[in-house]
C-alpha cells in the first residue's frame, strides 16, 4: 500500500452501504488489502466481514496523471 503511496482504505458495507474510511499507518508495509475485509465490523449495522475494501482514491490526488488533467 505504501509503495503506492496509500495511507487510508475506503470502505462501504455490503449489507447498509454505510461508508468509512480507515488510516493504515499503524499496519505494516506488507500487509495486503484483502486482509482487512473479514476483520472489519460496520458501525452502521455491526455486520462482521461484510466489506468492500478499496484504497481510498481521494488521497491519490496530488499524483501526476499522463494526460496533466484531474477528473475529480
Do not use: K, Y
Not at 16 to 38: I, Q, S
Amino acid at each position: 500500500m505504501r509503495e503506492n503511496g496509500v495511507h487510508s482504505l475506503s470502505i462501504s458495507c455490503d449489507l447498509c452501504r454505510h461508508v468509512a474510511l480507515l488510516n493504515v499507518d499503524r499496519f505494516t508495509n506488507d500487509v495486503p488489502v484483502p486482509n482487512f475485509r473479514p476483520r472489519l465490523v460496520c458501525t452502521g449495522c455491526g455486520i462482521i466481514g461484510r466489506a468492500d475494501v478499496r484504497l481510498n482514491c481521494e488521497e491519490d490526488a496530488e499524483r501526476e496523471r499522463i494526460t496533466g488533467i484531474q477528473w475529480w
